[in-house]
T-cell receptor, first 114, second 112 residues
Framework: EPEVTQTPSHQVTQMGQEVILRCVPI?????FYWYRQILGQKVEFLVS????????KSEIFDDQFSVERPDGSNFTLKIRSTKLEDSAMYFC????????????FGEGSRLTVL | QKEVEQDPGPLSVPEGAIVSLNCTYSNSAFQYFMWYRQYSRKGPELLMY????GNKEDGRFTAQVDKSSKYISLFIRDSQPSDSATYLC????????????FGTGTLLAVQP
């Protein structure tokens, strides 16, 4: 069964460092997303990406965050200068098309900022 | 008032019990409703996806949507210890957005 894969599974970084989280969405999907979940809190939407551009973003997704699809398979989330409060699980998700609300999530990348 | 409200639990039931999980929401613009299961430190796994009011059944799982009451439910029949997880409801507005709004999740423990 096709799945969304994410790397790394866990990253520890120092405050102020740049971090890149990587995702390989399901191959025939067109929409890609990043969500995050701070420990003990809700899963929160960060950004959606379609046709090589951001289609929607939340207020959390400020100038410190960026997304990119550098090739035909990878989808990345970059945090330029990490803060302590960026510590969370980051989930990549994809779905086949607009209106199809069935998002398929990866296993997540745990980011710990010290 | 929060957009989506869900009792965090924990909910503990004996094996074989019928489990009822619920969410309420405040905005009638939500059109699509989902239930995800999340095991500890794993990604959400889609269980059920519904659009209209009414019931949808898939194996031991039944999703129920009542748009007039802004209330959705997930029923699990013949619950198993392997059903022990956090259950997240999620909702989406109609139109161009694909952004999901999640509930806080209900932690379910099925005791053998």
């Amino acid at each position: 069964e096709p799945e969304v894969t994410q790397t790394p599974s866990h990253q520890v970084t120092q405050m102020g460092q740049e971090v890149i989280l990587r995702c390989v969405p399901i191959s025939n999907h067109l929409y890609f997303y990043w969500y995050r979940q701070i420990l003990g809190q809700k899963v929160e939407f960060l950004v959606s990406f379609y046709n090589n551009e951001i289609s929607e973003k939340s207020e959390i997704f400020d100038d410190q965050f960026s997304v990119e699809r550098p090739d035909g398979s990878n989808f990345t989330l970059k945090i330029r200068s990490t803060k302590l409060e960026d510590s969370a699980m980051y989930f990549c998700a994809s779905n086949p098309g607009q209106g199809a609300g069935e998002l398929f999530f990866g296993e997540g990348s745990r980011l710990t900022v010290l | 008032q929060k957009e989506v409200e869900q009792d965090p639990g924990p909910l503990s039931v004996p094996e074989g019990a019928i489990v009822s999980l619920n969410c309420t929401y405040s905005n009638s613009a939500f059109q699509y409703f989902m239930w995800y299961r999340q095991y500890s430190r794993k990604g959400p796994e889609l269980l059920m996806y519904t659009y209209s009011s009414g019931n949808k059944e898939d194996g031991r799982f039944t999703a129920q949507v009542d748009k007039s009451s802004k209330y959705i439910s997930l029923f699990i029949r013949d619950s198993q210890p392997s059903d022990s997880a956090t259950y997240l409801c999620a909702m989406k507005y109609g139109g161009a957005t694909n952004k999901l709004i999640f509930g806080t999740g209900t932690l379910l423990a099925v005791q053998p």
